[in-house]
Protein backbone atom coordinates (compact mmCIF):
# COMPACT_ATOMS: atom_id res chain seq x y z
CA UNK A 1 0.00 0.00 0.00
CA UNK A 2 1.46 3.52 -1.03
CA UNK A 3 1.86 5.98 1.67
CA UNK A 4 -0.76 8.66 0.91
CA UNK A 5 1.29 11.00 2.74
CA UNK A 6 4.25 10.79 0.63
CA UNK A 7 5.74 14.21 -0.45
CA UNK A 8 3.82 16.21 2.26
CA UNK A 9 6.52 16.74 4.16
CA UNK A 10 10.70 17.24 3.37
CA UNK A 11 12.90 14.52 3.46
CA UNK A 12 14.99 16.90 5.62
CA UNK A 13 14.27 19.31 8.76
CA UNK A 14 16.66 22.13 8.35
CA UNK A 15 18.85 22.88 11.33
CA UNK A 16 17.38 23.90 14.31
CA UNK A 17 19.93 27.72 15.38
CA UNK A 18 21.19 27.35 18.94
CA UNK A 19 19.96 30.35 20.69
CA UNK A 20 22.01 31.94 23.98
CA UNK A 21 19.95 32.23 27.43
CA UNK A 22 20.33 35.24 29.03
CA UNK A 23 22.19 35.49 32.39
CA UNK A 24 18.30 37.08 33.82
CA UNK A 25 16.94 34.40 32.16
CA UNK A 26 18.67 31.69 33.84
CA UNK A 27 18.52 33.28 37.11
CA UNK A 28 14.54 32.85 36.47
CA UNK A 29 14.58 29.38 36.00
CA UNK A 30 16.86 28.81 39.03
CA UNK A 31 14.15 30.51 40.88
CA UNK A 32 11.38 28.52 39.73
CA UNK A 33 12.78 25.31 40.21
CA UNK A 34 14.18 26.85 43.70
CA UNK A 35 10.19 27.78 44.11
CA UNK A 36 9.11 24.44 43.12
CA UNK A 37 11.17 22.59 44.99
CA UNK A 38 10.28 24.55 48.18
CA UNK A 39 6.20 24.03 47.59
CA UNK A 40 7.18 20.27 47.65
CA UNK A 41 9.23 20.41 50.93
CA UNK A 42 5.63 22.43 52.13
CA UNK A 43 3.50 19.64 50.93
CA UNK A 44 5.70 17.06 52.09
CA UNK A 45 5.78 18.66 55.81
CA UNK A 46 2.14 19.31 55.69
CA UNK A 47 1.28 16.27 54.60
CA UNK A 48 3.52 14.40 56.10
CA UNK A 49 3.06 15.63 59.54
CA UNK A 50 -0.92 14.57 59.07
CA UNK A 51 0.36 11.03 57.70
CA UNK A 52 2.40 10.95 61.32
CA UNK A 53 -0.82 11.64 63.21
CA UNK A 54 -2.96 9.04 61.32
CA UNK A 55 -0.10 6.88 61.93
CA UNK A 56 -0.27 7.53 65.82
CA UNK A 57 -4.02 7.18 65.47
CA UNK A 58 -3.82 3.77 63.59
CA UNK A 59 -4.22 1.77 66.73
CA UNK A 60 -7.66 3.78 67.39
CA UNK A 61 -8.92 3.71 64.15
CA UNK A 62 -8.26 -0.18 63.81
CA UNK A 63 -10.05 -0.65 66.94
CA UNK A 64 -12.56 1.38 66.32
CA UNK A 65 -13.59 0.20 63.08
CA UNK A 66 -13.55 -3.55 64.29
CA UNK A 67 -15.30 -2.81 67.44
CA UNK A 68 -17.98 -1.03 65.31
CA UNK A 69 -18.02 -4.37 62.99
CA UNK A 70 -18.82 -6.04 66.30
CA UNK A 71 -21.14 -4.28 67.67
CA UNK A 72 -23.07 -3.67 64.56
CA UNK A 73 -23.80 -7.55 64.30
CA UNK A 74 -25.10 -7.63 67.50
CA UNK A 75 -26.90 -4.47 67.89
CA UNK A 76 -27.22 -4.03 64.27
CA UNK A 77 -25.55 -0.89 62.50
CA UNK A 78 -27.21 2.35 64.25
CA UNK A 79 -27.40 1.14 67.33
CA UNK A 80 -23.82 -0.30 67.32
CA UNK A 81 -22.43 3.25 65.71
CA UNK A 82 -24.14 4.56 68.47
CA UNK A 83 -23.27 2.68 71.43
CA UNK A 84 -19.06 3.18 69.91
CA UNK A 85 -20.06 7.17 69.62
CA UNK A 86 -20.96 7.26 73.45
CA UNK A 87 -17.99 4.97 74.33
CA UNK A 88 -16.18 7.31 72.86
CA UNK A 89 -17.48 10.14 74.27
CA UNK A 90 -16.84 8.59 77.59
CA UNK A 91 -13.14 8.13 76.79
CA UNK A 92 -12.68 11.70 75.73
CA UNK A 93 -13.52 12.74 79.44
CA UNK A 94 -11.16 10.95 80.48
CA UNK A 95 -8.54 12.25 78.36
CA UNK A 96 -9.68 16.09 78.83
CA UNK A 97 -9.72 15.56 82.45
CA UNK A 98 -6.36 14.19 82.48
CA UNK A 99 -5.38 16.85 80.08
CA UNK A 100 -6.78 19.36 82.85
CA UNK A 101 -4.44 17.55 85.28
CA UNK A 102 -1.39 17.96 83.36
CA UNK A 103 -1.08 14.32 82.53
CA UNK A 104 -0.41 12.94 79.17
CA UNK A 105 -2.34 9.99 77.79
CA UNK A 106 -2.91 7.98 74.94
CA UNK A 107 -5.41 7.65 72.43
CA UNK A 108 -7.88 5.07 73.20
CA UNK A 109 -7.98 1.20 72.14
CA UNK A 110 -11.47 0.02 71.77
CA UNK A 111 -12.45 -3.17 72.96
CA UNK A 112 -15.73 -4.28 71.07
CA UNK A 113 -18.03 -4.99 73.88
CA UNK A 114 -15.83 -4.85 76.68
CA UNK A 115 -15.32 -0.62 76.05
CA UNK A 116 -12.40 1.16 75.44
CA UNK A 117 -9.18 1.67 77.37
CA UNK A 118 -6.69 4.96 77.37
CA UNK A 119 -3.25 4.43 79.10
CA UNK A 120 -1.37 7.04 81.16
CA UNK A 121 2.27 7.59 79.90
CA UNK A 122 3.19 9.20 83.60
CA UNK A 123 1.21 8.28 86.91
CA UNK A 124 -1.10 10.19 89.08
CA UNK A 125 0.50 11.87 91.81
CA UNK A 126 -2.00 11.37 94.51
CA UNK A 127 -5.71 10.43 95.06
CA UNK A 128 -7.29 13.16 94.02
CA UNK A 129 -5.32 13.71 90.85
CA UNK A 130 -6.47 9.98 89.67
CA UNK A 131 -9.79 10.67 90.98
CA UNK A 132 -10.25 13.45 88.83
CA UNK A 133 -9.14 12.03 86.05
CA UNK A 134 -11.51 8.32 86.55
CA UNK A 135 -14.57 10.91 86.96
CA UNK A 136 -14.12 12.39 83.71
CA UNK A 137 -15.84 9.69 82.14
CA UNK A 138 -18.42 9.42 83.41
CA UNK A 139 -19.01 12.79 83.53
CA UNK A 140 -18.68 13.40 79.89
CA UNK A 141 -20.01 10.34 79.00
CA UNK A 142 -23.55 11.16 81.06
CA UNK A 143 -23.47 14.24 79.21
CA UNK A 144 -23.17 12.74 76.09
CA UNK A 145 -25.95 10.57 76.85
CA UNK A 146 -28.40 13.17 78.12
CA UNK A 147 -27.13 14.80 74.41
CA UNK A 148 -28.47 12.24 72.68
CA UNK A 149 -31.62 11.52 74.63
CA UNK A 150 -32.80 15.18 74.55
CA UNK A 151 -32.13 15.12 70.68
CA UNK A 152 -34.35 12.16 70.35
CA UNK A 153 -37.21 14.02 72.40
CA UNK A 154 -37.06 16.93 70.05
CA UNK A 155 -37.66 14.21 67.10
CA UNK A 156 -41.16 13.25 65.82
CA UNK A 157 -42.02 9.90 66.59
CA UNK A 158 -40.83 7.21 64.84
CA UNK A 159 -37.75 4.45 64.22
CA UNK A 160 -34.96 7.24 64.67
CA UNK A 161 -36.36 8.32 68.01
CA UNK A 162 -36.51 5.32 69.54
CA UNK A 163 -33.41 3.91 68.79
CA UNK A 164 -31.91 7.25 70.02
CA UNK A 165 -33.97 6.66 73.32
CA UNK A 166 -32.72 2.87 73.28
CA UNK A 167 -28.65 4.65 72.66
CA UNK A 168 -29.20 7.09 75.46
CA UNK A 169 -30.54 4.39 78.22
CA UNK A 170 -27.44 1.98 76.96
CA UNK A 171 -25.20 5.14 77.41
CA UNK A 172 -26.57 5.72 80.88
CA UNK A 173 -26.81 2.22 81.58
CA UNK A 174 -22.86 1.76 81.22
CA UNK A 175 -21.72 4.66 82.81
CA UNK A 176 -24.16 4.16 86.16
CA UNK A 177 -22.10 0.45 86.05
CA UNK A 178 -18.59 2.05 85.72
CA UNK A 179 -19.49 4.01 88.77
CA UNK A 180 -19.19 0.09 90.81
CA UNK A 181 -16.84 1.48 93.16
CA UNK A 182 -14.06 -1.10 92.90
CA UNK A 183 -11.14 -0.86 90.20
CA UNK A 184 -10.84 -1.62 87.20
CA UNK A 185 -14.08 0.57 87.14
CA UNK A 186 -13.96 4.58 87.40
CA UNK A 187 -16.01 3.90 90.51
CA UNK A 188 -13.01 2.36 92.23
CA UNK A 189 -10.47 5.06 91.61
CA UNK A 190 -13.02 7.64 92.57
CA UNK A 191 -14.04 6.12 95.74
CA UNK A 192 -10.27 5.18 96.86
CA UNK A 193 -9.60 8.73 97.13
CA UNK A 194 -12.01 8.79 99.40
CA UNK A 195 -10.78 5.34 101.82
CA UNK A 196 -9.33 2.69 100.27
CA UNK A 197 -11.93 0.08 102.53
CA UNK A 198 -14.34 1.36 99.24
CA UNK A 199 -12.94 -1.22 97.18
CA UNK A 200 -13.99 -3.67 99.53
CA UNK A 201 -17.84 -2.65 99.22
CA UNK A 202 -17.20 -2.77 95.12
CA UNK A 203 -16.51 -6.53 95.65
CA UNK A 204 -19.55 -6.86 97.86
CA UNK A 205 -21.69 -5.07 95.04
CA UNK A 206 -20.10 -7.11 92.32
CA UNK A 207 -20.53 -10.19 94.37
CA UNK A 208 -24.33 -9.55 94.95
CA UNK A 209 -24.26 -9.19 90.87
CA UNK A 210 -22.89 -12.00 90.37
CA UNK A 211 -25.44 -14.28 92.39
CA UNK A 212 -28.45 -12.26 91.59
CA UNK A 213 -28.22 -12.72 87.48
CA UNK A 214 -27.34 -16.52 88.39
CA UNK A 215 -30.46 -16.52 89.94
CA UNK A 216 -32.32 -15.27 87.18
CA UNK A 217 -30.57 -17.41 84.93
CA UNK A 218 -28.67 -14.62 83.73
CA UNK A 219 -25.17 -15.75 84.69
CA UNK A 220 -21.88 -14.13 82.76
CA UNK A 221 -18.81 -15.13 83.11
CA UNK A 222 -17.86 -11.19 82.17
CA UNK A 223 -19.01 -10.42 85.77
CA UNK A 224 -16.89 -13.22 87.12
CA UNK A 225 -13.96 -12.22 85.25
CA UNK A 226 -14.76 -8.35 86.69
CA UNK A 227 -14.94 -10.09 90.29
CA UNK A 228 -11.45 -11.58 89.73
CA UNK A 229 -9.62 -8.71 88.88
CA UNK A 230 -11.57 -6.57 91.17
CA UNK A 231 -10.54 -8.86 94.06
CA UNK A 232 -6.85 -8.64 92.30
CA UNK A 233 -6.96 -4.54 92.38
CA UNK A 234 -8.11 -4.31 95.77
CA UNK A 235 -5.29 -6.51 97.20
CA UNK A 236 -3.08 -4.24 95.26
CA UNK A 237 -4.60 -0.93 97.02
CA UNK A 238 -3.93 -2.22 99.79
CA UNK A 239 -0.35 -2.88 98.90
CA UNK A 240 -0.04 0.21 97.55
CA UNK A 241 -1.48 2.02 100.66
CA UNK A 242 1.05 0.52 103.03
CA UNK A 243 4.27 1.15 100.66
CA UNK A 244 2.80 4.89 100.01
CA UNK A 245 0.40 6.29 102.93
CA UNK A 246 0.75 9.95 101.93
CA UNK A 247 -1.02 8.67 98.31
CA UNK A 248 -4.40 9.15 100.19
CA UNK A 249 -3.14 10.99 103.06
CA UNK A 250 -2.09 13.71 100.85
CA UNK A 251 -5.46 14.50 99.92
CA UNK A 252 -7.63 16.92 102.41
CA UNK A 253 -10.87 16.58 103.67
CA UNK A 254 -12.52 19.26 102.25
CA UNK A 255 -11.34 17.65 98.57
CA UNK A 256 -12.97 14.38 99.77
CA UNK A 257 -15.80 16.09 100.33
CA UNK A 258 -16.16 17.53 96.78
CA UNK A 259 -14.93 13.94 95.59
CA UNK A 260 -17.67 12.51 97.72
CA UNK A 261 -20.37 14.97 96.17
CA UNK A 262 -19.25 15.16 92.78
CA UNK A 263 -19.25 10.34 92.74
CA UNK A 264 -23.33 10.76 94.59
CA UNK A 265 -24.23 13.67 92.07
CA UNK A 266 -22.80 11.45 88.75
CA UNK A 267 -24.81 8.24 90.95
CA UNK A 268 -27.89 10.31 91.18
CA UNK A 269 -27.58 11.48 87.29
CA UNK A 270 -26.89 7.89 85.56
CA UNK A 271 -29.41 6.34 87.74
CA UNK A 272 -32.41 9.21 87.15
CA UNK A 273 -31.38 9.48 83.28
CA UNK A 274 -31.92 5.19 82.84
CA UNK A 275 -35.14 5.54 84.58
CA UNK A 276 -35.91 8.53 82.14
CA UNK A 277 -35.48 6.41 79.23
CA UNK A 278 -36.66 3.55 80.53
CA UNK A 279 -39.43 4.86 81.08
CA UNK A 280 -39.69 6.30 77.28
CA UNK A 281 -39.18 2.85 76.41
CA UNK A 282 -41.89 1.15 78.16
CA UNK A 283 -44.06 4.40 76.90
CA UNK A 284 -43.39 3.36 73.31
CA UNK A 285 -43.94 -0.46 74.31
CA UNK A 286 -40.21 -1.18 73.31
CA UNK A 287 -40.01 -2.96 76.40
CA UNK A 288 -42.90 -4.22 78.74
CA UNK A 289 -42.83 -3.92 82.45
CA UNK A 290 -42.58 -7.31 83.19
CA UNK A 291 -39.43 -7.44 80.89
CA UNK A 292 -38.07 -4.72 83.14
CA UNK A 293 -38.97 -6.24 86.38
CA UNK A 294 -37.44 -9.90 85.84
Do not use: C, W
Not at 65 to 87: N, P, T
Amino acid sequence: MSDPYAGSYPASFPDTPTQTRSPRAAQRDRRGIAGGLAAIGLSIAKYGALLFKVGKLGPTLISMAISLVLLAQIYGLAFGAGVLLLIAVHESGHMLFAKYERLPVSAPIFLGFFGAVIGLKSPPKDARQEAVVAIGGPVVGSLGALAVYLLALSMPEGHTRLVLIAIAYFGFFINLFNLVPVVPFDGGRVASALSVYANIVGLVIMAALLVFSAAAHLSSPFLFILLILGAYSTYKRFQTARANPQYLASVPRRTRSYIALAYVAMLALTALGMGATHASLVDHNVVSVSDSSQ
